[in-house]
Protein backbone atom coordinates (compact mmCIF):
# COMPACT_ATOMS: atom_id res chain seq x y z
CA UNK A 1 0.00 0.00 0.00
CA UNK A 2 1.22 3.40 -0.80
CA UNK A 3 0.68 6.84 0.38
CA UNK A 4 -0.51 8.26 -2.83
CA UNK A 5 -3.09 5.44 -3.04
CA UNK A 6 -1.54 4.94 -7.01
CA UNK A 7 -4.78 4.03 -8.42
CA UNK A 8 -5.57 4.03 -11.79
CA UNK A 9 -7.45 6.73 -13.33
CA UNK A 10 -9.31 5.34 -15.79
CA UNK A 11 -10.72 2.01 -13.99
CA UNK A 12 -13.69 1.64 -11.27
CA UNK A 13 -13.26 0.45 -7.73
CA UNK A 14 -13.95 -2.76 -8.57
CA UNK A 15 -11.09 -2.96 -11.79
CA UNK A 16 -8.84 -1.23 -9.29
CA UNK A 17 -8.92 -3.72 -6.93
CA UNK A 18 -8.69 -6.65 -8.93
CA UNK A 19 -5.51 -5.01 -10.95
CA UNK A 20 -3.26 -6.75 -9.14
CA UNK A 21 -4.93 -10.48 -10.14
CA UNK A 22 -5.68 -9.44 -13.83
CA UNK A 23 -1.81 -8.40 -14.45
CA UNK A 24 -0.66 -11.87 -12.88
CA UNK A 25 -3.11 -13.59 -14.98
CA UNK A 26 -5.31 -14.87 -12.40
CA UNK A 27 -8.79 -14.33 -11.25
CA UNK A 28 -8.21 -14.45 -7.30
CA UNK A 29 -10.81 -16.26 -5.26
CA UNK A 30 -14.24 -14.26 -6.25
CA UNK A 31 -15.55 -15.21 -2.64
CA UNK A 32 -12.47 -13.26 -0.80
CA UNK A 33 -12.59 -10.72 -3.12
CA UNK A 34 -16.19 -9.75 -2.16
CA UNK A 35 -15.77 -10.02 1.44
CA UNK A 36 -12.64 -7.53 1.24
CA UNK A 37 -15.68 -4.93 -0.96
CA UNK A 38 -17.33 -5.72 2.62
CA UNK A 39 -14.62 -4.89 5.30
CA UNK A 40 -13.71 -2.09 3.56
CA UNK A 41 -16.97 -0.76 3.00
CA UNK A 42 -17.13 0.15 -0.57
CA UNK A 43 -20.15 -2.52 -2.01
CA UNK A 44 -22.22 0.98 -3.07
CA UNK A 45 -18.87 2.43 -4.79
CA UNK A 46 -17.59 -0.47 -7.22
CA UNK A 47 -18.79 1.18 -10.29
CA UNK A 48 -17.16 4.41 -9.65
CA UNK A 49 -14.26 5.73 -10.62
CA UNK A 50 -11.47 7.10 -8.22
CA UNK A 51 -12.05 10.99 -9.03
CA UNK A 52 -15.29 10.58 -7.41
CA UNK A 53 -14.04 9.47 -4.43
CA UNK A 54 -12.89 10.79 -1.23
CA UNK A 55 -9.02 10.62 -0.19
CA UNK A 56 -10.14 8.29 2.23
CA UNK A 57 -12.20 6.45 -0.07
CA UNK A 58 -9.87 6.07 -2.38
CA UNK A 59 -7.38 4.76 0.14
CA UNK A 60 -9.89 1.95 1.52
CA UNK A 61 -9.75 0.65 -2.46
CA UNK A 62 -5.77 0.55 -1.78
CA UNK A 63 -6.33 -1.70 0.82
CA UNK A 64 -8.72 -3.96 -0.79
CA UNK A 65 -6.46 -4.34 -3.52
CA UNK A 66 -3.41 -4.86 -1.24
CA UNK A 67 -5.10 -8.01 0.72
CA UNK A 68 -6.98 -9.36 -3.03
CA UNK A 69 -4.26 -11.93 -3.92
CA UNK A 70 -4.28 -13.28 -0.28
CA UNK A 71 -0.56 -11.82 1.29
CA UNK A 72 0.39 -13.38 4.17
CA UNK A 73 2.20 -9.85 4.78
CA UNK A 74 0.74 -6.45 3.51
CA UNK A 75 3.42 -3.70 3.36
CA UNK A 76 2.37 -0.23 3.94
CA UNK A 77 4.28 3.34 3.35
CA UNK A 78 2.65 5.87 5.45
CA UNK A 79 -0.84 4.50 4.41
CA UNK A 80 -2.71 8.02 6.09
CA UNK A 81 -0.03 10.64 5.33
CA UNK A 82 -2.35 11.96 2.47
CA UNK A 83 -5.22 11.62 4.74
CA UNK A 84 -7.10 14.00 7.00
CA UNK A 85 -7.61 13.27 10.62
CA UNK A 86 -10.81 11.06 10.44
CA UNK A 87 -10.64 9.42 7.44
CA UNK A 88 -7.01 8.48 8.76
CA UNK A 89 -8.57 6.98 11.49
CA UNK A 90 -11.12 5.58 9.63
CA UNK A 91 -8.41 3.83 6.95
CA UNK A 92 -6.39 2.51 10.17
CA UNK A 93 -9.52 1.14 11.99
CA UNK A 94 -10.27 -0.72 8.26
CA UNK A 95 -6.89 -1.94 8.28
CA UNK A 96 -7.05 -2.93 12.08
CA UNK A 97 -10.38 -5.11 10.71
CA UNK A 98 -8.63 -6.20 7.77
CA UNK A 99 -6.14 -7.81 9.76
CA UNK A 100 -7.95 -9.27 12.41
CA UNK A 101 -11.05 -10.74 9.67
CA UNK A 102 -8.49 -11.83 7.09
CA UNK A 103 -5.89 -13.01 9.37
CA UNK A 104 -2.97 -11.56 8.05
CA UNK A 105 -0.07 -8.99 9.04
CA UNK A 106 0.28 -5.41 8.25
CA UNK A 107 4.01 -3.83 8.10
CA UNK A 108 3.25 -0.02 8.33
CA UNK A 109 5.92 2.51 8.14
CA UNK A 110 5.10 5.77 9.97
CA UNK A 111 6.43 8.83 11.57
CA UNK A 112 2.59 9.37 12.99
CA UNK A 113 3.01 8.24 16.60
CA UNK A 114 -1.38 8.32 16.39
CA UNK A 115 -1.09 5.60 13.64
CA UNK A 116 1.77 3.40 15.21
CA UNK A 117 -0.12 3.33 18.43
CA UNK A 118 -2.98 1.15 16.11
CA UNK A 119 0.10 -1.01 16.16
CA UNK A 120 0.70 -4.68 18.52
CA UNK A 121 3.62 -3.50 18.37
CA UNK A 122 5.84 -1.06 17.19
CA UNK A 123 9.63 -1.00 16.05
CA UNK A 124 11.95 1.78 16.30
CA UNK A 125 14.34 2.55 13.41
CA UNK A 126 17.47 5.18 13.72
CA UNK A 127 19.74 5.30 10.71
CA UNK A 128 18.95 1.98 9.38
CA UNK A 129 18.74 -0.25 12.57
CA UNK A 130 16.70 -1.30 15.05
CA UNK A 131 16.99 0.94 18.34
CA UNK A 132 13.97 -0.11 20.03
CA UNK A 133 10.46 -1.56 20.09
CA UNK A 134 7.33 -1.41 22.32
CA UNK A 135 4.44 -3.49 22.83
CA UNK A 136 0.89 -2.31 23.51
CA UNK A 137 1.64 1.31 22.38
CA UNK A 138 -0.06 4.53 22.97
CA UNK A 139 0.12 7.91 20.90
CA UNK A 140 1.75 9.22 23.94
CA UNK A 141 4.40 6.37 24.78
CA UNK A 142 5.43 6.04 21.26
CA UNK A 143 5.75 10.14 21.11
CA UNK A 144 7.91 10.18 24.19
CA UNK A 145 10.01 7.36 22.72
CA UNK A 146 10.77 9.16 19.39
CA UNK A 147 11.38 12.33 21.77
CA UNK A 148 14.24 10.19 22.72
CA UNK A 149 15.95 9.58 19.34
CA UNK A 150 15.42 13.22 18.27
CA UNK A 151 18.80 13.96 17.14
CA UNK A 152 19.35 18.12 18.95
CA UNK A 153 19.84 20.67 15.99
Same mark, same amino acid.
Given at each position: ????????????????????? *? /?????? *??????????????? *?? /?????????????????????????????????????????????????????????????????? !???????????????????? !???????????? !??????????
Amino acid at each position: MFQAYNLVPTLTVAENITLPL *D /LAGSTG *DPEWIDALVDVVGLR *DR /LHHRPAELSGGQQQRVAVARAFAGRPDVVFADEPTGNLDSRSGGEVLALLGRAVRQTNRTVVMVTH !DPVAAAHADEVVFLADGRLV !DRMTSPTADTVL !DRMKAFEVPS
